[in-house]
């Protein structure tokens, strides 16, 4: 069982930045693709980014409405996954969700069901 707790949201203006963190315990963290997941009121949750065993070229994703602005990372030392946020914009406020999913690599990470393990949320809150 994997246990993910996400830290560093709250409220901010629009085009200021916040990292969030996830710290993950009582699985092999390196053995696990990474995401980030957001849910406002009233939509579906969607992915923001996601990250595979090793980050590095070619095996991060960031969602259309994020890319440029969000870079997602890990740190499989300290057992942690990052997404750094830039550019703020009220649409981006949300509660953001942390995930852990063992399925590997592929078309499917952009899919809620292929991440088996959820943190409890952190709500970012953007203001104009």
């Known amino acids: 069982q994997v246990v993910l707790v996400e830290s560093g949201g709250g409220p901010v203006q629009a085009g200021e930045s916040l990292r969030l963190s996830c710290a993950a315990s009582?699985?092999?963290?390196?053995?696990?693709?990474m995401g980030w997941f957001r849910q406002a009121p009233g939509k579906e949750r969607e992915i923001v980014a996601a990250?595979?065993?090793?980050?590095?070229?070619?095996?991060?994703y960031e969602g259309d409405s994020v890319k440029d602005r969000f870079t997602i990372s890990r740190d499989n030392f300290k057992n942690t996954v990052y997404l750094e946020m830039n550019s703020l914009k009220p649409e981006d406020s949300a509660v953001y969700y942390c995930?852990?999913?063992?399925?590997?690599?592929?078309?499917?990470?952009?899919?809620?069901?292929?991440?088996?393990?959820w943190g409890q949320g952190n709500q970012v809150t953007v203001s104009s």
């Open positions: 995930a852990a999913g063992d399925s590997g690599w592929g078309p499917w990470i952009s899919d809620s069901g292929s991440f088996r393990f």
């Open positions: 009582g699985g092999t963290f390196s053995n696990y693709v």
């Open positions: 990250i595979g065993l090793r980050g590095g070229r070619g095996n991060t």
